[in-house]
């Protein structure tokens, strides 16, 4: 059993290809997953913010191409993005998803609800609509957004990222070993093998 931590913001585009990565050598690995949530950009406002905002100077035309190949070679579907989302109730929920029977389901739709249909993840109805899409309880999910119950989850996530000297995502944590950026399944699967293979010896 591969314990690993995986820290990670559903706005990121790495992340999403990363994410997809880890689901498909989950058929091959025994890993036991925990998901951390990082600030990727925590200041962005309620209706979001343009990427040409963000990104100032970059190609985003160039990187969107790069982007898509990617993600078309992993088999995920995405839409057009002019825009990113403050991420910070998508995680809080996220958070809570994860000490829920099934709850693993919700990370991947979080992602889709953003990267494939553009969706504003700082809206509780949007978040809702995944909890629902995930076969969860929505209307705990809707006690959980209304009350910021795992505020101080998120909180305490953001500072083990900081303890960890973590500065970009997505960033793999297994067996003592840590890694950051996007890797190909065939580079991961890789990592996953040196993890064994120091657990054993």
Known sequence: MIELELFADYVCPWCYLGNAVVEKLR?????????TPFPLHPSTPQEGLLLSELLRGVDLDG???????????????????????????????????DTQTNGDAL????????????????EPDVLLQAVAEAGLDVEAARTVLSE?????????????????????????????????GFQPPAEMEKFFRFVEEKAVG
């Not at 058929?27 to 998901?35: A, D, E, K, M, V």
């Not at 989850?153 to 793999?172: K, L, M, N, S, Y």
Request: positive net charge.
């Open 148 to 180: 910021r119950s795992f505020r101080d989850a998120v909180d305490e996530a953001w500072e083990r990222a900081r303890r960890f000297q973590i500065t970009g995502v997505p960033t793999f944590v297994a067996g003592g070993y840590q890694f950051s």
């Open 27 to 35: 058929t091959r690995f025994s890993l036991q997953i925990t998901r």
């Open 107 to 122: 990370h991947g739709l979080l992602y889709r609800s953003y990267f494939v249909h553009g969706r504003n993840l700082a």
């Open 63 to 97: 990187v969107h191409q790069r982007l898509y190949a990617l993600m078309d070679e992993l088999g995920l579907e995405h839409g057009k993005r002019d825009r990113t989302f403050n991420s910070r109730l998508a995680q809080e929920l996220g958070m809570w998803a």
